[in-house]
């Protein structure tokens, strides 16, 4: 029976998931193809393709299923019984949305971000209160109904790390804001300034995109499996792990977003590319969080790009693409990379002061969710924090409140995901580091191959047959903590901020 | 009552309407956009995509609905009554097709579009046959279902061109036979030779793009509502009126089909931008039928591009984007521009033997789906009636039975829609003349303005409010004949093949 029955979900699973998959490539056609007209009529496609899966996760007969395999979940095999956990979890949960819920939720996500973009580019963020405040409002609703009388910040937690609560992330953010904080300090007191000459000036974007496009390449990104393009916010999106699609944006002034930022998304696109194609439509498939997401694009972006090996490799490489930085070193571009300055913008942010920008995002947004901050005096809380915390004070709304994507689409408790990538990043780098001797002189010699194989074997490739706790400590032997981040982060600031 | 469910009607029409918008974009993000290996999780996401479509159309409550609002549908108004019309005809057509059938039609495209491509690429119809023949007796088996006691291909025909039957098509196509084969005769006993050299050579590939697009843009297409891409087979695809997309292809050694192609896609997206946004997702939207469609391209390439006054206006500009032309006259490139020759490939025939292209396909797809004539003998069939009607026999099958892209999208009962296209245009481009006192002035000025917006208020806006048969007898007072397209081919001949 049970055999039959689990084929049964595999089956209904597959359908929903190739919705899923259309969704997933209107929503990168949105960003990145669609011209600016077509934008009411892709609010209603998304709306309906959303109310579509809804239904179909929700199902009567598939919600009767799941609860039936559930009920007879010792006759499964371990694997069979983790994606039956898998999908249990999504199944109910979906069934406490109303659709009617489900569908505001994708019409206010379409008509937030239009709005959000207008008023990023207007750099008001009172043009964009009343929608941020309408999906605050659903977002609360979704919480109410999906939470399990925990806090209602819990409940969209789980929806990007699945397990994760409060009571876990606040000692882990407190321990890494304790080891941020003094080193933050240390930076500016050190009053060294890090020459950026060789990221700043001017530089040809073509001559940065064939580079980046080039790393990307050696790193082991397929793109006869995967697209490259440009889009306001870089992101990586389509359907892993034959159809994965990494954007960029390139700034003549500043080679570092569009190089880092292609590094960044590459280290996702690998993980997509990495995941197992059998798997792709099946309850078991497709990537664990995303904080093991985001531990992969940042390991390729912080540990091994602004590592010392990988710039012996590409120096020559990217002195060649500009010619300007003729007689420029290794050691020069090292310490550009690393350079840490306090700043206005997350994703331009440096690898040591990035997680104080999600950590103010995190309170401000569990702060909305539980009702202790209201929209209207978000913008200011915004900007007092960030005096405070890295006394540094937004101008205006687009360098502050509205500089992120994220909560125009209602991606609530998405934030934090990006500081337990990092800490995923650093723990998973020094246990490749173990399990492969002179990984460093490999990076010299231009072999990335080695650890993005394995990345593959140990990570990406078992799809979600763990979950990101198990994982953590099949992978390093530990639960998730600070300790290696700080190792790795202390080392970089006390060699060049000394 | 009444009233109530015809809005019902329209709420349960717009939804699905959105779904197929998903699958339109899809479509043509798998021909522009889609990296290779991305085929297969495209395939089954456009056939569940289909599969949803086909059970929200054929769900037993819009069923009843549409029934019940056809028995009252004295008591609606004109305008609702078209629409239930619309819904009626497709909806009742809907649930003649099993959603298994559905599904592997939905599947054999994607499969039989990669075959087909590969098949291509290696010019050997043999590695097609198979998923063509599957593709046959798919469109036999819908055929059977869907068709009301006439004749198989009469059912296909149904699909792009409502309400057209072989009984009126054969007589028109034999007319049409009947005008061009003593005209293609004249041509090859004139000895006549006209000069290529404005579009055959050397030419830049960017600067044909960018002039290209710059006709496109003076035609009144708006990019801010489409785009313009690169693609193998070029197509008007994306959601009219606001998200409309064009594409082409572009040869260094003969400009001609990237910028006749460009101009008659313009043609397809002036169409679509020009339909009522309002409409966009009720059943009164959206283009009549294909002929239509095509009869705004063919206009626009063949009547307009084709014409001297065109030539007198674009003709500086051309030579600027081409130096090499300099001392080239506008009477030189319009005969280029109109030069008759005999050759294999539709996209890149004249207009005069294009419809014998057309003519050809038609009979042996009509023999494929009546069961007269079996894929395996197909190509023979293709290259021995290609010798007796044009008088030239491909080498290759890529050369012949290949060349297009229809049949391995299932597309039976489509091509004949591009001939009756041609004689549209030329029936509508004669009323224009009339109601717009020196068009052909206009042209030379670089007004083309007054023609889209004659077009866009006569034919565009009205959506499917007439029927095709209706709207040319509203617009040019007479049911569709061939005298408007003789008068202006006959002309052309005459005065270039004298």
Known sequence: MSKAAYAELEAKWAEIKDLENAASILGWDQEVMMPGGGAPARAHTLATLSGVIHDRTTNPVLVKLVQRLHRARKSLSPRQRRGLELAHSKVMKATRIPSELARKLSMQESRGLETWRKARQQRSFKLFADELSKMVDLKREQARLTGRGGPAYDALLDDFEPGMTMAVLDPLLDALK????????????????????????????EAQRGFARTVAVAMGIDLGRGRMDLSTHPFCGGIGPDDVRMTSRYDARDQRGGLFGVIHESGHGLYEQGLTAARGRLPLGGAISMAVHESQSRLWENNVARSRSFWKHWAPKFKQAHPQ??????EQIWRAANAIRPSFIRVEADELTYNLHIILRYELERDLVEGRLEVKDLPAAWNDTMASMLGVRPKHDADGVLQDIHWAMGLFGYFPTYSLGNLYAAQFMESARKALRGLEKRFEKGDFATLRGWLAENIHRHDRIYTAEQL????????????????????????IYA
């Open 178 to 205: 304790g080891v941020t904080v003094p080193l933050v300090q240390q930076v500016i007191d050190s009053k060294v300034k890090v020459d950026l000459k060789p990221f700043v000036g001017r530089f040809d974007v």
């Open 472 to 495: 953590v400590k099949r992978v390093t032997g530990k639960p998730l903590g600070v300790e290696a981040f700080a190792r790795h982060i202390r080392s970089k600031v006390n060699e």
């Open 325 to 330: 930085l003729k007689g420029v070193t290794v």
